[in-house]
Nanobody, 127 residues
Framework: QVQLLESGGGLVQAGGSLRLSCAAAGRTFSNYNTAWFRQAPGKEREFVAAISRRGGRTYYADSVKGRFAIPADAPENTVYLQMNSLKLEDTAVYYC????????????????????WGQGTQVSVSS
């Protein structure tokens, strides 16, 4: 069992920045592909960003590409989501998810890919 804890959410003005953290209790992310999803009010949860442990490649949804990033300098038990140039439409609960690395393809946008989820952290962007 992997326990994930997100933090760093809050209220920020449009154009501002936030950095979310996802910490794994008692273990590292070295053997887990990790992703961020979000769910806005009245909408389904959607993929935001992911990092594959096979080579460290990162993936981003088109809506956040160029504004959000998963920094490579995080501690081994932490994954960050650096969010810049925030927009009103980025308002959502953000979730961290982890998928044990195995020999199967990594379908990073699929919620079913991930075995472990955090409780979420609220990000609110105001005008």
């Amino acid at each position: 069992q992997v326990q994930l804890l997100e933090s760093g959410g809050g209220l920020v003005q449009a154009g501002g920045s936030l950095r979310l953290s996802c910490a794994a209790a008692g273990r590292t992310f070295s053997n887990y592909n990790t992703a961020w999803f979000r769910q806005a009010p009245g909408k389904e949860r959607e993929f935001v960003a992911a990092i594959s442990r096979r080579g460290g490649r990162t993936y981003y949804a088109d809506s956040v590409k160029g504004r959000f990033a998963i920094p490579a300098d995080a501690p081994e038990n932490t994954v960050y989501l650096q969010m810049n140039s925030l927009k009103l439409e980025d308002t959502a609960v953000y979730y961290c998810a982890a998928d044990p690395v195995d020999n199967t393809p990594y379908y990073y946008t699929r919620e079913s890919e991930y075995d472990y989820w955090g409780q979420g952290t609220q990000v609110s962007v105001s005008s």
